[in-house]
T-cell receptor, first 115, second 115 residues
């Protein structure tokens, strides 16, 4: 079946502009995660959604970052007033549930470049 | 705070060699450990998932071991092929009572297998 998809695959934006990144999880997966991968660094957890529960936003680096998810489907990650340090690959993952025994399936990522 | 380290950062080997990638983590109270493969421009592909109660997992030419008490895991790749060239990431699920599988990633080992 279809995997996790993300759009756009690449985004170049000017410093100070807002951007929206989209993630379509695997159908039936109730858990959804956003990660950031900056050049030369490991993946950093940003936010977690589980069904209709309140999201865990503990990884968001600043209040310029926010994310929404409609039920158990599409999620959008919004970065307001982008800064150059926001340049990274943003990866989305989904899993059957948030419990530890389930694998996370990753999308191809969105490469964001802030000029 | 959980920290994950991978050694070496890069590895170049001729085709056919057996090789070992290393991963260490500072907090041994993990739920599971996963090895991923990341190809340029693509998302992460899960290779092996080892639950905390397990010692190893095997899939084809791959074998991953886990020594939770010492905070170490190794990924063994037998008879390496050029198609194995990729970045290999190790990730552990956080021991914090987050209620979900919060992964902490290493920075990866970049593997190049030459024909």
């Amino acid at each position: 079946g279809a995997g996790v998809s993300q759009s756009p695959s690449n985004k170049v934006t000017e410093k100070g502009k807002d951007v929206e990144l989209r993630c379509d999880p695997i159908s039936g997966h109730t858990a959804l995660y956003w990660y950031r991968q900056r050049l030369g660094q490991g993946l950093e957890f940003l936010i977690y959604f589980q069904g209709n529960s309140a999201p865990d936003k503990s990884g968001l680096p600043s209040d310029r970052f926010s994310a929404e998810r409609t039920g158990e489907s599409v999620s959008t990650l919004t970065i307001q007033r982008t800064q150059q340090e926001d340049s990274a690959v943003y990866l989305c993952a989904s899993s059957l549930a948030g419990v530890t025994s389930y694998e996370q399936y990753f999308g191809p990522g969105t490469r964001l470049t802030v000029t | 705070k959980q920290e994950v380290t991978q050694i070496p950062a890069a590895l170049s080997v001729p085709e056919g060699e057996n090789l070992v990638l290393n991963c260490s983590f500072t907090d041994s109270a993990i739920y599971n450990l996963q090895w991923f493969r990341q190809d340029p421009g693509k998302g992460l592909t899960s290779l092996l998932l080892i639950q905390s109660s397990q010692r190893e997992q095997t899939s084809g030419r791959l074998n991953a071991s886990l020594d939770k008490s010492s905070g170490r895991s190794t990924l063994y790749i037998a008879a390496s092929q050029p198609g194995d060239s990729a970045t290999y990431l190790c990730a552990v699920s956080s021991s914090q009572n987050t209620g979900f599988q919060k992964l902490v990633f290493g920075t990866g080992t970049r593997l190049l297998v030459s024909p």
